[in-house]
């Protein structure tokens, strides 16, 4: 992965994710990504929209948003191509994924925040079984934008 790529990633985990409906229009929703070890993720669920596209055509655009007065303009497009992760860890995946989006926040140790309020690690863990959550793993094929 580019290294301007990775600087741009790791201060900026607010995106669009485009995924393909079956007739080739855009789908586009907000998400959060992070780098977990090197790889590029996002969290979702077995029964979201975008998921199903995305078993279908694996292909999907993410544009990265700028995040600050610093840099209102900047941004960042990956074409990616996405597997999907929806084994037995997919929850301590997320553990991990959430634990990265949120290390710049001031929370209390042992606990991720899930809709605004603060959840004990186990809590937060079980909720993303509950939820059918699952991560969405990003193949960076060509990157591009003002970053």
């Known amino acids: 992965m580019d290294p301007k790529v ?8 607010a995106a669009a994710m485009i995924t393909l409906r079956p007739d080739g229009s855009p789908h586009a929703v907000r998400c959060g990504i992070a ?3 090197g790889k590029l993720w996002s969290s979702g669920t077995r029964t ?5 596209h995305l078993r ?4 999907c655009t993410l544009f990265v948003f700028g995040n600050s007065q610093q840099d209102p303009y900047s941004y960042l497009s990956l074409d990616t191509r996405v597997t999907i992760l929806d084994g037995p860890e997919a929850a301590d995946q997320n553990v991990r994924l959430f ?7 001031d929370r ?4 991720l925040f899930w809709n605004g309020k603060p959840l004990p690690i ?3 863990r079980q909720t993303m079984i509950v939820e059918g959550r699952l991560i969405y793993q990003f193949e960076i094929l060509h990157s591009y934008g003002m970053f």
């Open 99 to 105: 634990t990265e989006m949120q290390a710049g926040m």
């Open 35 to 37: 780098l977990v070890d």
């Open 108 to 111: 209390p140790d042992g606990v």
């Open 6 to 13: 990775v600087d741009y990633l790791a201060g900026h985990h």
């Open 122 to 124: 186990d809590e937060f």
């Open 48 to 52: 979201r929209r975008r998921t199903d």
């Open 56 to 59: 279908r055509d694996p292909r």
